[in-house]
């Protein structure tokens, strides 16, 4: 049996179905993070590598379920992410508003969650705009010798991303609304919990598949 210690998390990321979900059960960062071993990543979390070595060992190993073609894996990229992105943000950012206002004197109530979301809305619709329009017609079109400075700005806007994520975590106890909370607040809690996983895999995608074929 093959250990993944010694492997990064991005590498694990990319050929292991399944090992994003347990990076994310454990909050290990495999996207904007993928480049520390599993062994620096559990030791820096606290985690016990040989429980995490094993919850790798039992996935079985077998080709990911994302498109292998580069034209393929941007279309899938626009279509998953960045449409869905721009859909659910904007109900989320409402969904905000109400239970801020409505809960404000409740000592778990997310302040700021609302501000936090347009922030993200409008700085994630800023990069995937720069992607559509410049980087990825640029890939589609076989590459471009300056290539590697567009892809350097992305990685460094989804470590923006990412810090992102992190507080709205913060803020929404990852997610867990508290247990006298109304439907419109588990509502908000559930729909967050599932942007910052879209998030992350739309990161993952990019960093880890896409953007390692060009440089």
């Not at 109400?98 to 809960?103: F, G, L």
């Not at 993200?120 to 079109?141: A, G, I, S, Y």
Request: contains cysteine.
């Amino acid at each position: 049996m093959i250990s993944y210690e010694d492997r990064t998390l991005a590498d694990i990321a990319v050929s292991l179905p399944g090992a994003t979900a347990v990076f994310r059960a454990h909050k290990l960062d495999f996207c904007c993070g993928g480049g520390t071993s599993l062994k620096d990543a559990a030791s820096k979390r606290g985690l016990e590598l040989e429980q995490l070595d094993g919850e790798l060992q039992a996935l079985t190993p077998g080709a990911l379920t994302v498109p292998q073609e580069t034209a393929d894996l941007i279309e899938h990229i626009l279509t998953r992410y960045h449409v869905v992105h721009r859909a659910e943000l904007p109900e989320l950012i409402r969904l905000a508003r109400r239970v801020e206002a409505v809960h404000r004197g409740h000592q778990d109530v997310p302040a700021g969650l609302a501000d936090l979301l347009e922030e993200t809305l409008r700085e994630l619709d800023d990069h995937m705009q720069k992607e559509e329009v410049m980087l990825f017609p640029m890939m589609l079109r076989g590459g471009h010798p300056m290539i590697e400075y567009p892809i350097t700005v992305m990685r460094s806007e989804h470590e923006e991303h990412g810090a992102r994520l992190h507080s709205i975590e913060a803020l929404t106890n990852g997610g867990a609304a508290p247990g006298d909370a109304c439907p419109t607040w588990r509502a908000l809690y559930a729909g967050t919990r599932k942007l910052v996983d879209d998030v992350m895999e739309h990161i993952h995608l990019e960093n880890n598949i896409l953007f390692p074929r060009w440089l």
